[in-house]
């Protein structure tokens, strides 16, 4: 539905309206990933790691998964007493695809990640003196992260997370979980 804004409030202000916030809420499928603080110490490291999640989705689902969005959270632990770093997927068509829903299986998760892992370490563009390219870590949705993203670093990055997928602990909820000490 259009909105309209009255011509006696466009372009200033006044004591009742400053701006306007317009938002709509819906129900869907979503995906919470804790961060280990350890290795995603700075924001290019989670940027590098979402643009190959993004690259693992697209290969798993053999496709666009434009309708899945993922977010940097943060959120205060009170059992730890730190703040703990996450990434949201979610779809953004209301309730959901079951895009998501496959993922919540630790199997099918690491599945998608060594999937990621393999297209950015056999990049044409490493052969081509290319530190990344739109056939593994760039995309249009991150085109103003470009300088911080690197294949090399998502190679690396992706080759831990894969070779550590056999230590991973499924969890049922994210409080009271322990927590190897900071290196």
């Known amino acids: 539905f259009p909105v309209t804004i009255s011509s006696q409030y466009q372009g200033s202000r006044d004591e009742v309206f400053e701006e306007l916030y317009l938002y709509r809420k819906f129900h869907t499928e979503a995906l919470k990933i804790l961060l280990p603080v350890q290795d995603f110490r700075t924001s290019e490291k989670v940027s590098i790691f979402k643009a190959g999640l993004m690259l693992g989705l697209k290969n798993y689902f053999k496709g666009h998964p434009d309708h899945i969005l993922i977010r940097e959270y943060e959120e205060f632990n009170p059992e730890s007493g730190r703040k703990e770093q996450f990434l949201i997927m979610y779809e953004s068509i209301p309730g959901g695809t079951g895009y998501l829903s496959r993922l919540f299986n630790p199997e099918e998760f690491t599945t998608l990640l060594t999937i990621a892992y393999d297209q950015i370490k056999h990049c044409t563009c490493k052969d081509e003196g290319k530190?990344?390219?739109y056939k593994c870590i760039y995309t249009y949705s991150?085109?103003?992260?470009?300088e911080i993203l690197s294949r090399s670093e998502a190679e690396n990055l992706f080759r831990d997370?894969?070779?550590k997928s056999s230590e991973w602990n499924e969890a049922g909820s994210l409080t009271n979980l322990t927590y190897a000490p900071n290196e």
Do not use: A, K, P, S
């Not at 991150?142 to 470009?146: A, G, L, P, T």
């Open 161 to 163: 997370i894969v070779e």
């Open 142 to 146: 991150n085109q103003y992260d470009r």
């Open 131 to 133: 530190d990344g390219c």
